[in-house]
């Protein structure tokens, strides 16, 4: 019985000291990775309520800040997609949870803290206008929509709602020049934003002006104008002003202006025509004597086929060995030599006491 027992304990033993070489190499097969990204459903708008001409905006009316539709500069919406829920931001004001039926105007908040706003819902109609529906189960206006007060423009949760119209989609940034080196009496030409308008300034001058193509147009965004400029370098800047009255810019530009002869993408100093790359030159090497066969890798003695200061037959390159790909190892397989070597030492103290258990068992049963 004891005899089965120390052989049990060394059986135990390697296998308790190979246990952390095992965790070691655990394979990164067997981790699983979690993508912790989510989708956005927050998209950025310039909005207007439908059938006005002002646009939706915090301003501050009696010393109230409030948001409300008759804003000469609109300012930028983000809001949730159509059918998703989040809070509503204008500008960097949202709308507080307790807001509720019955108040005049919507108090507003500052938005830097998403958690503390007003969660909505968008819903799409079928024109394309949106309407936001307040979905916050703990705010006393759940349920209710946005809208215009009567008889004033502010805007406040109701019973009716209102239907807002989008002016632009998307972040409104400065117009860009698609070429920068043109010729002479050529347009300069671009993009920005859809129905934006561009212009074109050189120090304190106005060189031209141009709008944007619209959302429908067969190239979105597409402007050009005539800045008539001449021959040679010159610094521009490029401003733009967006469908709903949002300034953006200046954006600098360098242009360079060539000779309408002249193509401003070839070095005039190379000719089109002509390839630069010189002839290959006469073998160097000198052909061997006639009716002699050299042995290949063998230089033949002199006087035995080949004149003294004769080249030799060139000698056939050794090959090389090409070096070997190591494979990378994935993760943990990748393992360092401390980690081997303290579970190693590990191994070796188990194994010690084992045999030391053995030696004491066996005195102790002769005794």
Same mark, same amino acid.
């Given at each position: ?11 135990? #033993? ?19 990775? +979690? ?22 905006? +915090? ?18 919406? &983000? ?18 949870? &307790?807001?509720?039926?019955? &108040? ?50 502010? &805007? ?28 002479? /009496? ?8 859809? /129905? ?21 147009? !067969?190239?979105?965004?597409?402007? !050009? ?18 469908? @709903? ?7 600098? #530009? ?5 000779? @309408?002869?002249?193509? %401003? /993408? ?6 089109? /025509? ?23 890798? #063998?230089?033949?003695? *002199? ?9 030799? %037959?060139?000698?056939? *390159? ?15 397989? @990748? ?23 053995? #030696? ?8």
């Amino acid at each position: 019985m004891r005899r089965t027992t120390t052989l049990a304990g060394l059986v135990a #033993v390697p296998l308790l000291a190979t246990a952390p070489l095992l965790a070691v190499s655990t394979s990164a097969s067997a981790q699983t990775v +979690v993508d912790a990204t989510t989708s956005d459903s927050t998209v950025t708008s310039t909005l207007r309520l439908a059938g006005s001409n002002g646009f939706v905006a +915090v301003g501050t009316v009696d010393g109230v800040e409030q948001a409300h539709t008759n804003a000469a500069t609109a300012d930028a919406v &983000l809001h949730p997609e159509p059918g998703a829920t989040g809070p509503l931001v204008i500008g960097d004001r949202c709308f507080s949870p &307790l807001n509720g039926p019955g &108040l005049p105007y919507a108090i507003v908040i500052d938005a830097t803290d998403p958690s503390r706003c007003l969660t909505v819902r968008t819903v799409a109609g079928a024109d394309g206008s949106l309407r936001f529906v307040a979905d916050d189960a703990l705010s006393p206006g759940n349920g209710l929509t946005l809208e215009q007060t009567p008889g004033s423009s502010a &805007l406040r949760l109701g019973d009716a709602g209102s239907d807002f119209d989008v002016v632009t989609r998307g972040e409104f940034t400065a117009p860009e020049l698609t070429e920068t080196t043109i010729t002479v /009496g050529s347009d300069l030409a671009g993009t920005a934003q859809p /129905g934006a308008h561009v212009v074109v300034v050189r120090g304190t001058d106005v060189l031209c002006e141009a709008d944007a193509a619209g959302e429908d147009a !067969s190239q979105p965004g597409a402007w !050009s104008c005539a800045a008539d400029l001449q021959v040679g370098e010159h610094d521009l800047e490029l401003y733009g002003v967006s469908a @709903a009255n949002q300034p953006a810019g200046p954006r600098a #530009v360098h242009v360079v202006v060539a000779d @309408a002869g002249t193509d %401003p /993408g070839t070095d005039p100093g190379t000719d089109p /025509g002509t390839d630069p790359s010189p002839e290959p030159g006469p073998d160097p090497g000198t052909d061997p004597e006639p009716g002699t066969d050299p042995a290949p890798g #063998v230089d033949p003695a *002199p006087g035995a086929g080949s004149l003294p200061g004769t080249p030799s %037959p060139t000698t056939a *390159p050794t090959p090389t060995s090409s070096p070997t790909a190591t494979a990378a190892l994935p993760d943990r397989l @990748a393992y360092t030599g401390a980690e081997v070597g303290t579970a190693t030492a590990a191994a070796g103290v188990l194994l010690g006491l084992g045999g030391l258990l053995t #030696v004491l068992r066996r005195r102790l049963r002769r005794s």
